[in-house]
């Protein structure tokens, strides 16, 4: 049902009625501190509140002193205890593709041996095709003008289509969790030409995944009209599929997985709720808005080769007067990293070495300027008291850009990569949590005497 279905008085009998709604749901700020409420989970410092265990990934951006302030700090992103720097270097120093010993590493808690890796890799290559007929009656059939969207009702479709989709077993979840990492691609490839085809008037190019190749080639593979990619690109997207293959279990998302997990319900709408999660701009990261961002700054400024010209568009845009008119200055900032994003460095190489290979060094330093300017000029229109470092965002929107890959399919990729994450603390959950999630919340408004209908 659309809002045009409505006849006129429906529709302002809703206006009303949303009216008063927003009007008297709102809570008074100042009585989350008089109850002492731990809002978003996060305490009185900014910290997310400690909920629980993990051995999967730990994010440090901080040190927290004795009086509990935050003393700034070089970021580090660990998997299973391993620096993701030496992930990433190992995987640049073999020239090879990395992810899947990233994925592999998350859900066993172990680095592969050479023969364990390709036998992994051997497995995901078998489970890339989606069932048949899924296609065509799941995807073609309902496209959706939002990929993530529609990449959680694939997930969530793909429930009906196994014999016993709620086994919990350790085994059985296992089972679930590679096939749901082989299968994404696809799901979110095939959302994406559905979308082109239904509603951008684009023609209709399905690739199957190929079995042998790598998560990250399949990925270009199927997106792309032609299929055609370079080893350099596939190699680029793939080392930037290692950096955001897991973030902590306090993640939006991650958080998500382990909640549902926590109820006891299926591996698919756990992982659909995850995607439902990095839906949301607060989560999903900002790389799409980077890109309109950038896009806009390319409209405005008549010489983006002219430093002080860049600068005055950033100006605008601190004040509200230049793209969405929010006065934020996507790229930059973290709600946990101060100092330093530890995946930022490597994205920034990624970024220069496909800019020289596609001569685009000067789109490259317009982002390399808002890194290098853009904390100064935010201090200059909001209140900051810690660091701001270049998030993740800023250089996975140059890296989108450099692809070709489209805006609408920034979240979706980075769900792509996350779902290694997501698996493994959805059995890291089954094996270890036993108890449902269950924060409390406190009513503060007071009770009431009820009234007859007739008397009202």
């Not at 955001?244 to 926590?262: D, K, L």
């Not at 490597?346 to 890194?371: G, N, Q, S, V, W």
Request: charged share 25%.
């Amino acid at each position: 049902m659309t809002n045009q279905t409505l006849t006129a008085e429906a529709a302002e009998f809703m206006a009303k009625m949303g009216k008063q709604l927003k009007e008297s749901i709102g809570i008074a700020p100042e009585l989350y501190g008089e109850y002492d409420v731990k809002r978003s989970l996060r305490d009185s410092s900014g910290a997310g509140v400690l909920v629980g265990l993990t051995q999967i990934g730990e994010v440090d951006g901080y040190l927290i002193d004795a009086n509990y302030r935050h003393i700034p700090i070089n970021g580090e992103l660990f998997y299973r205890g391993y620096n993701v720097r030496d992930l990433m270097q190992s995987a640049i120093a073999d020239n090879r593709f990395g992810y899947e010993e990233a994925s592999y590493l998350l859900l066993f808690g172990k680095l592969p041996s050479k023969k364990e890796l390709e036998e992994y890799k051997q497995l995901l290559g078998m489970r890339r095709n989606l069932p048949m007929g899924f296609a065509r009656d799941m995807i073609l059939v309902a496209p959706s003008r939002n990929l993530m969207n529609k990449l959680a009702r694939s997930v969530l479709a793909l429930y009906s289509y196994e014999e016993n989709p709620d086994d919990l077993s350790i085994e059985n979840v296992l089972r679930q969790s590679i096939d749901l990492i082989a299968c994404f691609p696809s799901l979110m490839a095939y959302a994406y030409q559905a979308k082109r085809s239904s509603y951008d008037n684009a023609s209709l190019s399905l690739h199957y995944p190929d079995p042998e190749k790598s998560t990250a080639e399949n990925i270009l593979r199927m997106i792309r009209p032609t299929g055609e990619y370079s080893d350099l690109e596939a190699k680029m997207l793939d080392r930037s599929m290692i950096l955001h293959a897991e973030h902590g279990g306090g993640c939006n998302s991650t958080f998500t997985v382990r909640m549902i997990t926590s109820a006891g319900s299926d591996t698919y709408s756990a992982i659909a709720a995850a995607c439902a999660s990095l839906k949301g701009p607060r989560h999903g990261g900002a790389s799409p808005e980077v890109l309109e961002m950038i896009k806009d700054l390319k409209a405005s400024v008549k010489d983006t080769g002219n430093p002080k010209q860049i600068e005055q568009y950033l100006h605008s845009l601190l004040k509200g007067e230049a793209f969405d008119r929010k006065g934020r200055l996507y790229g930059l900032g973290h709600a946990v990293y101060t100092l330093t994003d530890p995946r930022t460095s490597f994205l920034k190489e990624i970024a220069r070495t496909l800019a020289k290979e596609k001569d685009m060094m000067d789109e490259f330093y317009i982002y390399e300027f808002i890194e290098e300017h853009g904390a100064d000029l935010i201090a200059q229109y909001h209140e900051v008291d810690q660091p701001i470092a270049v998030n993740v965002d800023l250089y996975s929107a140059f890296l989108a850009y450099a692809l070709g890959i489209p805006t609408e399919l920034c979240r979706p990729i980075f769900a792509t990569s996350r779902i290694s994450g997501w698996c493994a603390h959805r059995l890291e959950e089954l094996a270890t949590g036993n108890k449902i999630m269950r924060p409390a919340y406190i009513n503060i408004l007071s009770q009431k005497e009820y009234i007859p209908i007739n008397n009202r």
